[in-house]
C-alpha cells in the first residue's frame, strides 16, 4: 500500500499548497528581502489555477491569442498523451475535495449499516451502484469549445480548478479569518503580558464577498454527487477529465493484466472512476482510468501492471497488454460510439446557442455599465479570458472587488466589478493582475496609476453641498489625483463640488469616504461611472492616457496635508498597499 501512501500525500499536498495559495500564503514566503527586485518575490495566487487543461484551451481560444500563463493546462494536458488522466489520480485538489465528500458519505453509510445491524457486503457493492453516464463531459467539452470559437467563455461554469478556487477564496476564507481574527483578540491580553507587541495588536482583515451562498450550495450539490456514485462530478461533467481522457485513451503507461487474472472482479469494485467494468474486469476504459493504482494494490494474484509495455504473457483474451476497449466502446457502430457522437453533437449545438444568445443580448452578454479593475482588457477580451477564479477578488486589499452576480449579464457571472462604495481602488496598488491566471487584467507595473477604470459623477439631489447647502470637503481632500475641486456658484454660501473628467481616474476614494448615502436607491453623493475609462488590450497605458488629453498625476498627500510626489511602489511582492481605508499619508 506504499504506493496508495504515496498518491494520497501527493494529491492532498497539491491541495494544501492551492488552499494556501489562494489564502495568499503565497506572499510570507521567506527569503523576499534577497531576491532580486525584477524577479518576482512571491508565489502568485493564481500558481495552480494554471495547471486546468480547460482553462488552457478555452482562454486561448476564446482570447484567440497565445497566453503565456496558461503553458502549464498545456503541458498538463500534453502529459496526458503519456501518462493518461494521472494529473486527475495524484494532483487535482478538485478531485481530492470530492474524494473527501465521497469518504464522508461512505462511513456515515457503513456506520447506519452498522446500526441496523445490517451485514457488510462489499462484493455487492460495484454492482448496486447506479451507472454513470459518461458522455455528458465530452458534450460540456464540446459546448465550451464551440463558444470559445465564437468569443465566448464558458468554461467558468465547470472547470475544476477556477471551481475551487472560487470556493476556496472567496466562501471558505472569510470565515476562516474571522475566527483567526477572534483568536487574535483573545490572545491579545496574554501577548501584551509576555511583551509580544506584535502580535497583542496583529490584525486580520475580514473580507466579504457577493454570491457566496450560491457557490457554497454549488458546492453542496457537487458533494452530494458521492451519494450516487464516486466521483460523479469528474466521471459526468469534468471538461478538463474529458480533455484528458480523450488525449490519454492512446497512452503507453496503462493498466496491463496478464494471464494469472481469475476475473475475480476485486479491482472493478474499487476502481472510484468505473474504468473497469464489472462484467469483464480485465477491460479498463483508457479515457476513464485515473491511474490511481487501486486495482494492482488489491489484487490476489498480482496481476495488474501500469506499465509502458505489454506484460509478459498477456495474450489472453480480454487482457490488455495491448490496446482493448471496454466492452461498451467496441467499434464504431457500436451503441456506444453513436451515443458519443450524439453528445459531442449536443454540445457542439448548446454551444453555438449560448454564443449567439451572448452575441445578441446585451443583457445576457456583455453590457458595459460595470467597473472592472485597473487594467482589464476591453469588455469583449476581458470576458473571453476571465475564468472566474476570484482570485483577484482575493487579492484586493480594499475589499472593493467582488464577483458581480447579475450585474454584468448572465454571462458575466462572477467576473470581477469594482465597488467603491464597499472600498476605493488603490492607485499604488495592482495586486489583482498578479493574481490572474489568463491575464484578463494586464499587469501594468509602473503605468498603473494611469488606469483609468471610470470618472466620478455628483449627484447633486443628494450632496450635502449641492442640496443641502452644507459645508462639507471630504471628497476634495481624499482624492489622490485632485481631480475635484471645490467651487463657488450662485445662490451658494459654500463650495460645491466639481469633478475635472480629465484628471479622474475612478479610484473611489470619493465615494468610499463620501458621507452622504441616498435613501431610496442606497447610492453615494458622489459615485463612479464607467465613462470615459480607459481599457486596451496593448500599447503603453500612459501612451494612451496621454492621447486622449488626460492629466492623471497620481499625488498621494504626506502627513502634513500638503501633496507630494507620486509614492513609490509598496514593497510588497502581491503590490498591494499594507492596509488602512484612506490615501498613503493618511489616518483616520
Wanted: a positive charge.
Amino acid at each position: 500500500m506504499n504506493r496508495q501512501r504515496a498518491r494520497l500525500a501527493s494529491r492532498w499536498l497539491f491541495f494544501a499548497a492551492f488552499v494556501l495559495l489562494a489564502w495568499g500564503a503565497g506572499q510570507a514566503v521567506p527569503g523576499g528581502e534577497i531576491v532580486p527586485r525584477d524577479l518576482p518575490r512571491d508565489l502568485p495566487r493564481d500558481l495552480l489555477v494554471r495547471l486546468d487543461p480547460a482553462v488552457a484551451l478555452a482562454a486561448s481560444v476564446a482570447g484567440r491569442a497565445f497566453i503565456g500563463a496558461v503553458v502549464p493546462g498545456l503541458v498538463v494536458l500534453a502529459s496526458a498523451l503519456l501518462l493518461g488522466r494521472a494529473f486527475c489520480g495524484w494532483a487535482c485538489p478538485f478531485g481530492a475535495m470530492v474524494d473527501a465528500g465521497d469518504a464522508v458519505w461512505r462511513r456515515l453509510a457503513k456506520t447506519r449499516r452498522r446500526k441496523a445491524g445490517r451485514p457488510e457486503s462489499r462484493r455487492n457493492d460495484a454492482a448496486r451502484r447506479p451507472a454513470v453516464p459518461r458522455l455528458p463531459k465530452y458534450a460540456v467539452l464540446a459546448g465550451v469549445l464551440t463558444a470559445a470559437l465564437a468569443g465566448l467563455d464558458l468554461v467558468f461554469w465547470a472547470a475544476p480548478l477556477p471551481l475551487a478556487a472560487r470556493f476556496w477564496a472567496l466562501a471558505a476564507w472569510p470565515p476562516v479569518a474571522r475566527l483567526a481574527e477572534t483568536g487574535l483578540s483573545l490572545a491579545a491580553p496574554l501577548a501584551r503580558r509576555m511583551g509580544a507587541t506584535g502580535l497583542a495588536f496583529a490584525e486580520i482583515p475580514v473580507p466579504g464577498y457577493a454570491a457566496t451562498s450560491y457557490i457554497v450550495g454549488f458546492f453542496a450539490l457537487v458533494l452530494a454527487g458521492g451519494l450516487l456514485a464516486p466521483r460523479l462530478w469528474c466521471r459526468m461533467l469534468c471538461p478538463a477529465g474529458a480533455a484528458m481522457g480523450l488525449a490519454g485513451r492512446a497512452a503507453p503507461w496503462r493498466r496491463r493484466v496478464d494471464h494469472a487474472c481469475t476475473a475475480c472482479g476485486a479491482c472493478a469494485r474499487q476502481c472510484p472512476a468505473g474504468a473497469i467494468p464489472v462484467a469483464a474486469p480485465r477491460a479498463t476504459d483508457h479515457a476513464e482510468c485515473l491511474k490511481c493504482l487501486r486495482c494492482a494494490d488489491v489484487c490476489p494474484v498480482d496481476a495488474v501492471r501500469f506499465a509502458l509495455r505489454d506484460v509478459v504473457g498477456a495474450d489472453a483474451p480480454g487482457a490488455l497488454g495491448a490496446a482493448v476497449p471496454a466492452p461498451d466502446a467496441t467499434g464504431a457502430g457500436s451503441p456506444h460510439a453513436r451515443s458519443q457522437r450524439r453528445a459531442l453533437l449536443a454540445g457542439l449545438a448548446v454551444g453555438a446557442c449560448a454564443a449567439a444568445l451572448g452575441h445578441a443580448a446585451p443583457a445576457l452578454g456583455r453590457p458595459e455599465g460595470v467597473l472592472r479593475p485597473p487594467g482589464a482588457l476591453p469588455e469583449p477580451d476581458f470576458l473571453a479570458r476571465c475564468v472566474r477564479c476570484g482570485l483577484c477578488a482575493a487579492a484586493c486589499p480594499t475589499n472593493t472587488l467582488q464577483p458581480a452576480w447579475l450585474a454584468s449579464g448572465a454571462l458575466g457571472m462572477f467576473s470581477p466589478v469594482v465597488t467603491p462604495a464597499r472600498g476605493f481602488c488603490d492607485p499604488a496598488c495592482h495586486a489583482c493582475a498578479r493574481a490572474c491566471p489568463t491575464t484578463a487584467i494586464r499587469r501594468l507595473a509602473d503605468e498603473r496609476t494611469y488606469a483609468k477604470i471610470g470618472t466620478a459623477e455628483v449627484l447633486r439631489d443628494h450632496c450635502l453641498a449641492w442640496a443641502k447647502k452644507k459645508r462639507c470637503l471630504v471628497c476634495d481632500e481624499v482624492c489622490p489625483y485632485d481631480a475635484i475641486a471645490l467651487k463657488p456658484e450662485p445662490g451658494y454660501a459654500v463650495g460645491v463640488p466639481h469633478v475635472d473628467p480629465v484628471r479622474c481616474a475612478g479610484c473611489g476614494f470619493c465615494e468610499k469616504h463620501c458621507p452622504e448615502t441616498a435613501q431610496a436607491t442606497g447610492e453615494k453623493a458622489i459615485v463612479i461611472r464607467t465613462r470615459d475609462a480607459l481599457r486596451i488590450a496593448t500599447g503603453s497605458m500612459r501612451a494612451a492616457a496621454e492621447e486622449r488629453g488626460l492629466r492623471l498625476v497620481f499625488t498621494p498627500r504626506k502627513p502634513d496635508g500638503a501633496h507630494g510626489e507620486e509614492a513609490p511602489p509598496y514593497p510588497d511582492g502581491d503590490g498591494a498597499p499594507p492596509s488602512g481605508g484612506l490615501p498613503p499619508g493618511f489616518t483616520e
